[in-house]
């Protein structure tokens, strides 16, 4: 069955720490993509990174980075030196390609509280 | 305008009302989503719609109509709620949905409240 796992509720620290958002995954299939989401006071998700299933290099983007390992099942995120901003919900979604459709599975999300 | 938008972002109905939520995509995009997301639960996804066909219907009440006239927009009826039904409602748009590596794209959330 496919599933997304977003242990941490919520996360609070201090402006300019690092935070990582963990997100574990579950999928039968071996063609798969992964993704990030950020969710402001706002409301919209805005989409942050996709990451497909053969490709397991790290990503940096800026104060951010991605990590996936394949072996734990995991696609972790990393904030560093992370600023008021930052602070919202961030979800992890989970798209397979089997089901030949674009299908996000996505996890019950992370609050990130930044204090100045 | 660019992106997603979405109209109203909030509403305030009682149960007997009807009323309809109205999301537009600037993006070109050929495929268009209902999501519904309640507090402390992930996002549920309810319709999909491809070429303006719907593709998708996540066992969703009836009380929830889809519309979708043209690839650009994409409307929300709704009829008879219930409490339960509050909640905020996304719209997102991507390039099309036979792909599972497509990003999507939402818009800011219609927050609606059902007294």
């Known amino acids: 069955a496919q599933k997304v796992t977003q242990a941490q509720t919520e996360i609070s620290v201090v402006e300019k720490e690092d935070v990582t958002l963990d997100c574990v995954y579950e999928t039968r299939d071996t063609t798969y993509y992964l993704f990030w989401y950020k969710q402001p006071p706002s409301g919209e998700l805005v989409f942050l990174i996709r990451?497909?299933?053969?490709?397991?290099q790290n990503e940096i983007s800026g104060r951010y980075s991605w990590n996936f390992q394949k072996s734990t099942s995991s696609f972790n995120f990393t904030i560093t030196a992370s600023q008021v901003v930052d602070s919202a919900v961030y979800f992890c979604a989970l798209s397979e390609a089997r089901s030949n459709t674009d299908k996000l599975i996505f996890g019950t999300g992370t609050r990130l509280q930044v204090f100045p | 305008e660019t992106g997603v938008t979405q109209t109203p972002r909030h509403l305030v109905m009682g149960m007997t009302n009807k009323k309809s939520l109205k999301c537009e995509q600037h993006?070109?995009?050929?495929?268009m989503y209902w999501y519904k997301q309640s507090a402390k639960k992930p996002l549920e996804l309810m319709f999909v719609y491809n070429f303006k066909e719907q593709t998708e219907n996540n066992s969703v009440p009836s009380r929830f109509s889809p519309e979708c006239p043209n690839s650009s927009h994409l409307f929300l009826h709704l009829h008879t709620l219930q409490p339960e039904d509050s909640a905020l409602y996304l719209c997102?748009?991507?390039?099309?949905?036979?792909?599972?590596?497509?990003?999507?794209?939402f818009g800011p959330g219609t927050r609606l409240t059902v007294t």
């Open positions: 993006l070109g995009h050929n495929a």
């Open positions: 990451r497909n299933s053969f490709d397991e």
């Open positions: 997102a748009s991507s390039q099309e949905r036979a792909r599972a590596s497509y990003e999507q794209y």
